[in-house]
C-alpha cells in the first residue's frame, strides 16, 4: 500500500496555507499601518447660564423648565470639547463618521457642539411643537433657516472650515457650535474627559482641543503604526 | 469658606409722603464672629425714582465686599445666579408736535439718547423655584440715568402640579395681550411702542373724564392722563400660569393691585383686587389665537375726590379692558395682530373756581361716563432670507374712542354726542439688521393721523442700536 501523499493533494494543501499565511499577514500589515491617540482633558468647574427659558424673555412660560431642571439635563462640560488632528495627509484619510444632525429639543440644540468635516451637509430638524428660527451670522457660514414645523429637516452644506455660532431667533437661550475641520480625525470626550482617536495614519500631527470658552496650547503628536500615543489637555 | 456674608433688605412703608423706606444691610463676619466690615444704605422710594438718602453705619461698601471675596474663598454658591440686560441708544427726530404722549419725543429737536438701559437677574434658588428681577432706568426720563424703575422683581414655583400650574408672585409683568410680551427692543421689530402704551386719553387718574378745559391742566393739577396700558404693563401681584392638553391650551390668570391702566404709586389695597387673565389656543405651529380680560378699580385716592369716601369709595369705577390677539407665523414671515376695546367706568370731578372745590358732576345716573376706546395693531416682520440677520417691518396701529354725552357746560356741544377724545391713526415703517447675535440696528419711520388728518408735526424718524447681553 502506497502512503505517499498524491503530488495534487500536496499542491492544494500548500496552496491553502500560503493563502492562509497570507491574510494573516495582511492583517498584521493593516494594523500596522495605523495608531491610535489616546488621552484625558479636563476643564476648569462651568455651569452655563441657566437663564429662564422664556421665548423673547417675556414669552410663554407654559412647558417651561425651571433654570435648576435645565442645568441638570445638560451633559457634563468636558464632552464639549472637540480634540482633533491637522496635518498633511489627513484629509485623503476617509473614516465613517456618525450622520450630521443639529436637533432643537425643549427649546436646546442637541448636541450642543457639533463637529464636522468640510463639505457636511447638516440636517436641522425641529423636534418640538413651536417654532425655531436657526440662524447664524458667522463668518464662516451665514444663514438662516426660516421657521420651520415639527418634523421639517432643511439640509444646510458647510463648505468652509472654521467655527459657526448657531442661535435661535425666537428663544434667545438656545445657542450651538458647529465645528467645521479639514480632516475627519476629531473626536468629542467621554463624561469622564477621556478619549480615543483610531485610525490614524502614521506621522506627525498638531493636536488640538477646542472649546467654546477654554483653551489650551495645541500639542504635537507623534503616531506610530500599531502604537498607542498619549496626550492630555488641561483646558484654562 | 471662613465666615458669612449678611445680606438684609428692610422695607418700611412711610403714608406722608406716601413711599417706601429701604434699607440695605451687608455684612461680612467671620466664623468665630469678628465684624470684618459692614455697610447700610438707606434708599427712598418714589413713583419711578430710587434715591439714596444717607449711608448709614458706613464702614465704606468696598472693604465690605473685599471682605465677602476673603471670607467666601473658595466661593460656595448656593443659588446660581445669571445676569443678561438691554441696552437701547437711539437718536430721533421728531415734528414740532412731538410729545412724549404720542412719539416718546419730548421736543423737536435731533435727540441723542441712551434710551434704555435694562439689567435682569435671574436667580435659581432650587429645583422648581426661581427668581427673576429687572431694573431699568425709567422711561419717561430716559435721559437721565438717576432714575431707575424696579420693573419686575418676583419668585417662580414651578411645575407644582406638572406643566399645569406655575406660580409667581411679587412685581410682575401684566398676562393682558401679546404685545406686552414682544415690548422689549429686540423683540419689537420696529423703534416705536403702541398707543395703548403711551397715548395719554383724556382721563385722569383722579377725577376720571377730562374736559377740554380739564386737558389743559391735566399733569399738573389732574394726576396727568391715562393711556390704556401703563407704562409697559408691570404690576404687584401673583399670577398662576400653565398649559394643557400637550400645550395645546395656555392659561395666565393674576390677581393684581390695580387695572391696566393705574401707575398703581400706593402699595395700600384701598381698592379691590384687579383681574387680569389670558387664554391662549395654539391650533397648529404657525398661529395662536389669545382672549385677554383685565377689571380693576382705577381711581387713585386723593384730597379732589376725597369726598367720594363718603359715597360709597372709588372702587365702583373700573376700567374693563378686553382683548383678542392673533400671531401667525411661517418660514420667513410673521404678522401679529391685536384688538383691544377698552371701557372706563369714570367720575366727571371738576372744579369750582368760585371756592366750592373739587366736587362731583351732576351727570345722570351714578354720576359717571362710560369712556369706550377701540384699538388696532398689526405688525408685519418679513426677515429676507438672501440676507440673514436682515429684515423689513411695517405697523398699523389705529386708536378710536367713542361717544358721550359732552358734559361740560362751557363747551360749545355742551349736552350732545360728541367723541371723548381724538381719534389716532399711526404708521410706521422700518428696516432692522443684526451684525451679530445680540445687536440689532433698526431704522425706522412713522407717521400720524388725527381724525384722519395727516399730522406732518407728529411724523418720526429714529434710528436704534439695541444690545442684548
New interface residues.
Given amino acids: 500500500m502506497d502512503c505517499t501523499p498524491r503530488p495534487r493533494l500536496l499542491r492544494l494543501a500548500l496552496a491553502w496555507i500560503l493563502f492562509l499565511l497570507a491574510m494573516g499577514f495582511h492583517s498584521v500589515l493593516q494594523a500596522q499601518g495605523v495608531g491610535t491617540i489616546e488621552g484625558k482633558v479636563e476643564v476648569p468647574p462651568y455651569s452655563r447660564s441657566a437663564a429662564v427659558q422664556v421665548p423673547s424673555r417675556y414669552g410663554s412660560l407654559a412647558s417651561a423648565e425651571s433654570p435648576a431642571e435645565m442645568q441638570k439635563q445638560r451633559a457634563p462640560e468636558v464632552t464639549n470639547v472637540v480634540v482633533y488632528l491637522e496635518g498633511q495627509g489627513l484629509e485623503s484619510v476617509h473614516r465613517t463618521l456618525p450622520p450630521a444632525v443639529l436637533d432643537q429639543r425643549n427649546a436646546t440644540f442637541i448636541p450642543h457642539i457639533l463637529p464636522i468635516l468640510k463639505g457636511t451637509t447638516v440636517k436641522i430638524v425641529n423636534r418640538d411643537k413651536t417654532y425655531h428660527n436657526v440662524f447664524s451670522l458667522s463668518s464662516t457660514k451665514k444663514f438662516d433657516i426660516g421657521r420651520r414645523p415639527t418634523g421639517e429637516e432643511v439640509p444646510v452644506t458647510f463648505d468652509k472650515t472654521g467655527t459657526v455660532q448657531v442661535f435661535c431667533d425666537i428663544h434667545s437661550h438656545m445657542s450651538a457650535f458647529i465645528i467645521v475641520l479639514e480632516n475627519s480625525f476629531f473626536i468629542q470626550p467621554r463624561a469622564d474627559g477621556t478619549f480615543s482617536l483610531d485610525g490614524v495614519p502614521p506621522g506627525k500631527y498638531t493636536i488640538r482641543a477646542w472649546h467654546e470658552r477654554f483653551s489650551a496650547a495645541p500639542q504635537t503628536v507623534t503616531v506610530t503604526a500599531g502604537q498607542t500615543s498619549s496626550i492630555d489637555f488641561m483646558l484654562q | 469658606m471662613f465666615g458669612t456674608v449678611d445680606l438684609r433688605i428692610q422695607c418700611v412703608f412711610r403714608a406722608q409722603p406716601p413711599h417706601w423706606r429701604v434699607l440695605i444691610h451687608l455684612s461680612s463676619t467671620t466664623l468665630s464672629g469678628f465684624n470684618l466690615a459692614h455697610e447700610t444704605l438707606n434708599y427712598r422710594t418714589m413713583p419711578f425714582r430710587l434715591q439714596q438718602i444717607q449711608s448709614v453705619n458706613r464702614m465704606n461698601l468696598h472693604r465690605v465686599l473685599l471682605a465677602t471675596l476673603l471670607l467666601c474663598s473658595p466661593l460656595v454658591v448656593h443659588a446660581?445666579i445669571?445676569w443678561?440686560g438691554i441696552y437701547d441708544f437711539e437718536i430721533k427726530k421728531g415734528g414740532t408736535g412731538s410729545s412724549l404722549g404720542w412719539n416718546q419725543l419730548p421736543n423737536d429737536y435731533i435727540q441723542l439718547n441712551v434710551q434704555n438701559l435694562q439689567l435682569?437677574v435671574?436667580?435659581?434658588i432650587?429645583?422648581?423655584?426661581?427668581l427673576?428681577a429687572k431694573i431699568a432706568t425709567n422711561r419717561q426720563t430716559a435721559s437721565d440715568p438717576r432714575y431707575l424703575d424696579l420693573e419686575l422683581a418676583n419668585v417662580?414655583f414651578?411645575?407644582l402640579a406638572g406643566?399645569a400650574l406655575?406660580i409667581s408672585a411679587g412685581k410682575i409683568?401684566t398676562p393682558f395681550g401679546a404685545f406686552?410680551?414682544?415690548?422689549?427692543s429686540?423683540?419689537n421689530p420696529l423703534i416705536g411702542q403702541p398707543l395703548f402704551f403711551y397715548y395719554q386719553t383724556n382721563v385722569s387718574p383722579q377725577t376720571g373724564y377730562l374736559d377740554a378745559a380739564a386737558a389743559a391742566y391735566a399733569q399738573s393739577s389732574y394726576g396727568g392722563m391715562l393711556s390704556t396700558i401703563y407704562n409697559g404693563g408691570y404690576y404687584v401681584g401673583a399670577d398662576a400660569?400653565?398649559?394643557f392638553a400637550?400645550?395645546l391650551i395656555?392659561y395666565?390668570i393674576a390677581l393684581m393691585n390695580s387695572p391696566l391702566s393705574s401707575p398703581n404709586t400706593s402699595i395700600n389695597l384701598d381698592k379691590d383686587l384687579a383681574f387680569h387673565g389670558r387664554v391662549?389656543v395654539?391650533p397648529a405651529?404657525?398661529g395662536t389665537l389669545g382672549f385677554s380680560y383685565c377689571t380693576g378699580s382705577f381711581l387713585e385716592h386723593n384730597s379732589v375726590n376725597s369726598f367720594y369716601d363718603a359715597l360709597g369709595g372709588l372702587g365702583s369705577f373700573k376700567q374693563n379692558t378686553a382683548g383678542i390677539d392673533v400671531t401667525l407665523?411661517?418660514?420667513?414671515y410673521?404678522i401679529n395682530a391685536e384688538y383691544i376695546h377698552n371701557d372706563y367706568d369714570a367720575p366727571y370731578v371738576v372744579y369750582d373756581t368760585s371756592g366750592y372745590g373739587w366736587y362731583r358732576s351732576g351727570l345722570p345716573g351714578n354720576g359717571s361716563l362710560t369712556l369706550s376706546s377701540d384699538e388696532v395693531l398689526v405688525d408685519v416682520k418679513i426677515?429676507l432670507?438672501f440676507y440673514?440677520?436682515l429684515y423689513v417691518a411695517g405697523r398699523y396701529n389705529t386708536l378710536s374712542f367713542g361717544k358721550i354725552i359732552d358734559p361740560y357746560y362751557l363747551s360749545s356741544t355742551y349736552g350732545q354726542s360728541i367723541s371723548w377724545d381724538d381719534d389716532v391713526q399711526k404708521y410706521a415703517l422700518g428696516v432692522g439688521y443684526?451684525?451679530?447675535?445680540g445687536v440689532l440696528i433698526k431704522v425706522g419711520y412713522e407717521w400720524t393721523t388725527i381724525d384722519v388728518t395727516p399730522r406732518p408735526n407728529l411724523d418720526v424718524v429714529a434710528a436704534q442700536v439695541s444690545v442684548?447681553f
Fill in positions: 446660581q445669571s443678561s435682569f435671574d436667580a435659581s432650587d429645583d422648581g423655584i426661581s427673576s417662580t414651578w411645575h406643566n406655575n409683568l406686552t410680551r414682544r415690548q422689549l429686540p423683540d400660569f400653565g398649559s400637550n400645550d395656555e395666565n391662549a395654539h405651529i404657525w407665523s411661517y418660514l420667513f410673521e426677515d432670507p440673514p440677520g443684526k451684525p451679530a447675535h442684548s
